[in-house]
C-alpha cells in the first residue's frame, strides 16, 4: 500500500500547490467581483479531511476508468481474449 500512499502524497502536494495559485488569484480579485470573493471564500475554508477524503476519490475513480479502459483496449485489440470470457 505504498504505492497508494505515494500517489496520494504526491496528488496532496499538487492540490496545495494549486489550491495557492487560486487562492493568490481569487484574493487579487476579490475586491472588484463578487464571485471572486466567493470563490476566495470557499478555498479558504477546506480543510485537510475535505482534502484527504476528495482526493481518494479522485484517485480511485481514476484507478476505475483506467481499469475500464485498459479491459476494453484488450478485448477490442485481442479476439482470443473474447473466447476466455463466458456469458
Not at 23 to 47: E, G, H, Q, R
Not at 53 to 79: P, W
Amino acid at each position: 500500500m505504498d504505492v497508494t500512499r505515494n500517489k496520494l502524497e504526491f496528488l496532496g502536494t499538487l492540490w496545495d500547490r494549486e489550491k495557492s495559485i487560486m487562492t493568490k488569484y481569487y484574493f487579487s480579485k476579490m475586491k472588484k467581483s463578487k464571485k471572486a470573493k466567493n470563490m476566495y471564500n470557499k478555498l479558504v475554508v477546506l480543510d485537510s479531511y475535505t482534502r484527504g477524503h476528495m482526493l481518494k476519490a479522485y484517485y480511485e475513480k481514476c484507478r476505475l476508468e483506467f481499469t475500464v479502459r485498459f479491459f476494453q483496449q484488450k478485448i477490442d485489440g485481442n479476439s482470443h481474449f473474447e473466447d476466455g470470457i463466458e456469458e
